[in-house]
C-alpha cells in the first residue's frame, strides 16, 4: 500500500479518538481545546505532503518572502523532470545546525546563527504569516557561509487574516515600551493585547474583560521582569482568583493552526538552545518586533522616528491637537455622569468574584444538606414502616439519597480543594489581606 493508503487508514482511526477527546477532554487548564479541528488540520497537512508539486510549489512562495534575506537560502526546484510523486531539486552543500563541532570548525558565529534561526522565526509568523511547520535540524540546516538553509516545504501552514492580525496586536502589544515601561503604559498596552487575543480566536467573546485585562497586566509584567533578569511574582498569590474564574469557565481557546506554530517554536529554540546557551528567543524578539513596528507606522529612518518621538512630546501632532478640541465635550460628559449620580439615576455594575465563590459554596452545601435531611428522613420512615413493602421503599430511597448525599459532599471538598490553590495572597497595593 502506497503512503495515501496507510493514512486513510490511521486517520479514520485518529479521527474517532479526536472526537472521544472532544467529549471527554476535562479542559482543567482552562484552555478549550477543539481536537477535531486539530485532527482536520493536521490530515490536510499531511496529505498536502504527498504532493510534490505542491512542495515547489510552497518552497518558491517561502523563498520569495524570504527575497531580500541574504542569509536564507531555499534549493531551486526543477520542475520540468517533476511529478506529484517525483521532485527533482538543486543539491546544496550544508550541515545540521545541531552539528557543533562542524560549525566551530567551519569559524561560524554560534551566536549569530542562533539570533538568525530566531529572527527567520519571528519573520515567518509575524510579518509574513506563512511559516515552516517542521523546522528540525534535519531541514533547518547551515552552509559554509553561514547561510540557513531549508528542506522539505511539505508541510506548511498560513495564518488566517484573523490570527495573523491578532498575533501582531499581540507581539506589539507585549513588547512595547521595551522592559522598562511603567505601570500606566503597560495598563494600556495590556488592552491592546487583550484585543489582540481576542481577534485570533484565543479568548472567547464575552469573556469578563477586566479579569482578563488583569490576568494579561500580570504576565506583561513578568515578561518584562524576566527581560531584565528579575524574578516574577507568584501567579496565584497575585491573580489567583481572576485566573480561577477564567480557568473554570474555559474562555480561553486552542486554534488548531497553534498546534503546529508551537511545533516549529519548539524546534527552533531547541536549535538555538543547542548554537548558543544564553539564548533567549524573548529577548531576541524584542529588537525584532520594534523595527517591525517602526516599519508599520511608516518610519523611513531613526532620524524621522525620532521627529515622531519629539512630536509626541511637545503635542504637535494630529492626535493631541483633536484631544484639546475635544477636551470640552469630555468635561460636559464627566459633569452629566456627576449629575446622574447626585440624582440616584447612575447605575454601577460592579462584579465581586469572592461573594461569587461563597454563594456557590453556599449552593453546594444547601444542596447536601437537602440531601442528607432527605436521607435521614427515608430511613425513619423505614424502621417506623410496618409494611414490608413501604420499609423496603424507604431503604431504597434512603440508599439514593445517601449516594448523592456522598457526591455533593465529593463537590464541595473539590471546590475547597480549588479554591486552596487559586488563593489571591497579595493585591494591587502589596498588601496581605487582613483577618
Known amino acids: 500500500a502506497g503512503l495515501k493508503e496507510l493514512f486513510d487508514v ?65 534549493p531551486e526546484f526543477y520542475r520540468e523532470v517533476s511529478t506529484p510523486r517525483v521532485l527533482t531539486m538543486e543539491f546544496v552543500d550544508s550541515f545540521k545546525l545541531t552539528d557543533i563541532a562542524q560549525v566551530e570548525e567551519k569559524g561560524l558565529d554560534k551566536e549569530l546563527l542562533a539570533k538568525r534561526t530566531a529572527d527567520a522565526f519571528l519573520r515567518q509568523i509575524i510579518e509574513t504569516g506563512y511559516f515552516h511547520c517542521d523546522p528540525h535540524p534535519g531541514n533547518l540546516c547551515v552552509n559554509d557561509s553561514g547561510q540557513l538553509v531549508y528542506y522539505d516545504f511539505g508541510m506548511m501552514d498560513e495564518l488566517k487574516p484573523n490570527v495573523r492580525s491578532g498575533f501582531r496586536k499581540f507581539c506589539t502589544a507585549l513588547f512595547a515600551g521595551g522592559p522598562t515601561v511603567n505601570d500606566a503604559e503597560l495598563a494600556k498596552n495590556a488592552k491592546v493585547l487583550v484585543d489582540g487575543v481576542e481577534e485570533a480566536g484565543v479568548l472567547a467573546r464575552g469573556a469578563d474583560r477586566l479579569a482578563v485585562e488583569k490576568l494579561a497586566r500580570y504576565f506583561m509584567r513578568t515578561f518584562k521582569d524576566k527581560q531584565l533578569g528579575k524574578e516574577g511574582k507568584n501567579v496565584k498569590e497575585t491573580v489567583g482568583t481572576d485566573l480561577q474564574t477564567l480557568t473554570e469557565n474555559n474562555v480561553f481557546r486552542f486554534p488548531s493552526t497553534f ?45 524621522a522616528k525620532s521627529f515622531d ?100 459532599n465529593g463537590k464541595v471538598k473539590k471546590f475547597d480543594k480549588t479554591q486552596a490553590k487559586f488563593v489571591q495572597t497579595k493585591f494591587v497595593d502589596g498588601t496581605a489581606p487582613k483577618d
Open 259 to 303: 498546534t503546529f506554530i508551537f511545533r516549529s517554536f519548539a524546534s527552533v529554540d531547541g536549535i538555538g538552545k543547542g548554537l548558543d546557551p544564553t539564548y533567549d528567543i524573548g529577548k531576541l524578539a524584542q529588537p525584532f518586533v520594534e523595527k517591525f513596528t517602526d516599519a508599520q507606522k511608516g518610519y523611513t529612518s531613526p532620524v
Open 10 to 74: 490511521d486517520l479514520k482511526n485518529l479521527k474517532k479518538l479526536a472526537e472521544l477527546l472532544d467529549k471527554f477532554d476535562p479542559k482543567t487548564d482552562g484552555a478549550d481545546r477543539d481536537w477535531v479541528s486539530i485532527y482536520e488540520e493536521s490530515e490536510r497537512l499531511l496529505y498536502l505532503e504527498i504532493d510534490y508539486l505542491n512542495e515547489a510549489d510552497n518552497a518558491e512562495r517561502f523563498a520569495r518572502d524570504f527575497a531580500d534575506v541574504r542569509y536564507v537560502r531555499v
Open 309 to 408: 518621538i519629539f512630536r509626541k512630546a511637545t503635542g504637535l501632532n494630529t492626535k493631541d491637537v483633536e484631544t484639546a478640541v475635544t477636551s470640552p465635550r469630555k468635561i460636559q460628559y464627566i459633569e452629566e455622569t456627576l449629575r446622574a449620580m447626585e440624582s440616584g439615576s447612575l447605575k454601577i455594575r460592579v462584579r465581586s468574584l469572592e461573594n461569587e465563590k461563597a454563594l456557590e459554596r453556599m449552593a453546594l452545601t444547601q444542596d447536601r444538606t437537602e440531601k442528607v435531611l432527605l436521607a435521614s428522613i427515608l430511613l425513619n420512615v423505614a424502621g417506623a414502616a410496618s409494611r414490608p413493602i413501604v420499609s423496603a421503599a424507604g431503604l431504597v430511597g434512603f440508599a439514593a439519597m445517601a449516594f448523592q448525599a456522598f457526591v455533593a
